[in-house]
């Protein structure tokens, strides 16, 4: 029963694609949601029944039918469930049905109305397959149609010059990181000789890949994580990703197919333990990653981009917890980023839509009056990220560096704390500067200044709900052993690496310092802002090379554009210009013209006349005679 | 008596074929021609052959010969076509020619005696070919009829005009 | 009792003559003539090799070589009848529609 979940936003997609022209926006509406609620149904079912399945006989697999047969080169067209893959759905289904409810809204004016709610369920089913997967070739395809279809709502507003672009780099971006990852399948299909995972575990408890191996293996799988999630370096093109509709941020790029690599990391984590070494890098990339984003976050004044940044910190905060042998910390803060973040985002697009579009902060200010239900949602979202207790971003950011120092992971878990100092600033930031303070709005976007409709406010309530009792499947470990639902949820996909035990009164002592470090993000952020709104004026003209080089994004994508793509371009203009222009193009006209010119000299000899016809006939009889006598 | 015979006939065939050559009337042309394939029906018979003599008598001096006559008749716009006036094709295939007939000559110059003469025993009786024709060559002839139909429909398909036009 | 041999040599002067004949006549309708003697000197070197051989077999090609110029000729007339019409002419040098 639980294949038809990714089948059925499939053929809700096949249908709208085929015949969406024709039909209704409100009938394409009605199946888009529908699909994936039945498809959202299904995965509650399954994972209810999932719970009674003793962990032996996991994972449940379905093979619907042979794929690929060649030599000995197999791929079953098979979906597994388990305990990841479950909560995966779950996500994924759950978040996307909110969002698809709350696209009726915001895109009910849009020409392309059809061609989203296309796409968006193609991306569903892309999602599914994905983590559904029951090898790596099929995951590789969900994989690959997920970054199809983030390429194409990147740019589905394709007559600006911009969308367009940022599809381009989206995609071109993420291929690199791909083909790393298609490497890495390749190794795998050498060593183990089979892309199923089942026996991929089995050859790695077999002892079947040298650690060696593991390292090139899991490094390349990561190099093709850090495309698709946005790490450093590949993680230039999510901000761009921001030209897409607001509910396509919030699902693609926020919730769900960023984390992609967090949960590929997660279902290869014994490769990833058995590494060793590659575990390292997953956990310092993120690490890096997660107090370099934040720090671009905090001069960025475009409220999407703002959120972007926020994004890719947070993914980096789920590597640190996959890097320090913590895959179920880092599932966990997947799980309640997806809410907190989608949340943010929609609650972002229904500002933009209150503003008719407007995206920059300096022009909001004060719209907690006009906006009762975004308002609320916004400060919840907000608050669960910054890390304040009881809310689910605590938990799951706490379990994550709490792991990282149990490792002994020092330096991981230093950054990660500077972290959270800057997110709870730049949070607070974004709410102060939109919905406190003075307003700054333009007038004409003052005329039209209004709440949003239900069906995009209902679906913020229900997400800002989760934001903050996600947390709860997942308590500390001082509150008992067996607070962590989540954590035992996963132990029979995670295997467990070494378990450190930390002292009740350390673990203690870690909480109060991740919640002072949220409370004083939060306060400098009030200082900044609310209580004296000069000081930020002041520390920019104090050190004026730091904040350009924020404000710049430090300057990655210029040195990206001069070490890449210009001498990219320009080679293929050298080459464009001397071989494509001249040789290829030489040859194809060469030839044409020698043709013609064959043709022309041959057709001297038809004259159309039947007699030099039967002339030349008789020329070759005698010759032939003459051949056979002499 | 038998090679005088022969000699009569062959100068007349060619004699026959020379003159469809060289006049310039289509419907002399014709006639020669009769003339020339009666004769080659006698050089069947001397040759043992009586039944392909007559075959020969029947469908080419009677039915062939006849059909052409009528679509010399149906097509008889212009008296008398000159022969061929382009220089080169008709030097060329004359020189193809004597070059083709020295060579058949220079093929067969060495067997021509040991074909033997003609006499002896009796070979080509109506009853042996009927007989051949049903056994042997049973399968070529059955083809043969369909070719026949083939034609048939083929060159009435080709002529007729279309009531329409 | 006149040699095969004899038969045979004019056969080949027959076939030399009809291809001459197709090469110095412009009408359709002769030409194919001249096919037709060359068809018969063919049959006639049949003929001739059947005697030598002993055996009727030869004559039996002559036999089906008679029909299938029966067939021919019936085809060819058609279509040079056909060609009459549209063209108002029979010289073979006002065919050239496939001239290159």
Known sequence: MFWLIPLLPGASAFILAVFGKWLPKKYVSWQACLSVFASFGISLVSFFGLLKVPPGSLPVIKTLFHWIQSGSFNADLSLQLDPLSSIMTLVV?????????????????????QRYFTYLNLFTFAMLILVMGANLVLMFVGWEGVGLCSYLLIGFWFEKHSAANAGKKAFIVN???????????????????????RAITGAIEGGAITQGMATLIALLLFAGATGKSAQIPLYVWLPDAMEGPTPVSALIHAATMVTAGVYMVSRMNLLFTLSGVAGQVVGIVGALTAIFAATMALTQNDIKRVLAYSTISQIGYMFIGCGVGAYAAGMFHLFTHAFFKSLLFLAAGSVMHALSGELDMRKMGGLRKYLPLTYPTFLIGAIAIAGVPFLSGFFSKDAILTHAFAQGQYFIWALGLMGAVLTAFYMFRLVFLTFFGPERIESHAKEHLHESPRVMTVPLVILAFFSIIAGYVGL?????????????????????????????????????????????GIYIAYVFYLKSPRTPHRIVARFPALYKLLYNKYYVDEVYNAAFVKPLVNGSQVVYDNFDLKVIDGTIDGTAAATSFAGKVLGLFQSGLVKDYTLVLLLGVVIFLGYLLF | MGIFLFFLLAILCVGGVLGMILSKNQAHNALFLVFAFACLGGLF???????????????YAGAIMVLFIFVIMMVNLEQGISPEKKKWTLGLSAVLAVFLLVELGLAVRGMLGSLGRTGGPSIGSPTELGRLLFTDYLYPFEITSVLIIAALVGAIVLVKKKEKE | MIPVGYF??????????????????????????????????????????????????????????ITVAAAEAAVGLAIILLVFRQKKSIKAEDMRLMKG
């Not at chain 1, 996963?490 to 949220?518: K, N, Q, R, Y």
């Not at chain 3, 359709?28 to 006639?44: G, H, S």
């Open chain 1, 93 to 113: 289904t759950g978040v996307g049905l909110l969002i698809h409810v709350y696209s009726v809204g915001y895109m009910a004016h849009d020409k392309g109305y």
């Open chain 1, 175 to 197: 291929r690199i990181g791909d083909a790393a990852f298609i490497l890495g399948i390749f190794f795998i299909f050498l060593i183990v000789g089979s892309g199923d995972f």
């Open chain 1, 476 to 520: 500390p470990v001082v509150l008992g052993e067996k607070a962590n639902l989540f954590s035992r949820f996963l132990d029979p996909v995670i295997h467990p690496g070494p378990e450190v035990h930390l002292g009740i009164s350390t673990e203690w002592l870690l909480i109060l310092v991740s919640v002072a470090v949220a409370l004083c």
């Open chain 2, 45 to 59: 018979g001397l040759l043992d052959a009586p039944f392909i003599a007559a075959v020969q008598i029947i469908i």
């Open chain 3, 8 to 65: 045979f040599s004019l056969s080949i002067v027959l076939f030399v003559l009809g291809i001459i004949g197709f090469f110095v006549k412009r009408d359709l309708i002769t030409m194919f003539m001249a096919v037709e003697v060359m068809l018969n000197a063919a049959n006639l070197a049949f003929i001739a090799l059947a005697k030598a051989a002993g055996s009727p077999a030869g004559q039996v090609i002559v036999f089906f070589v």
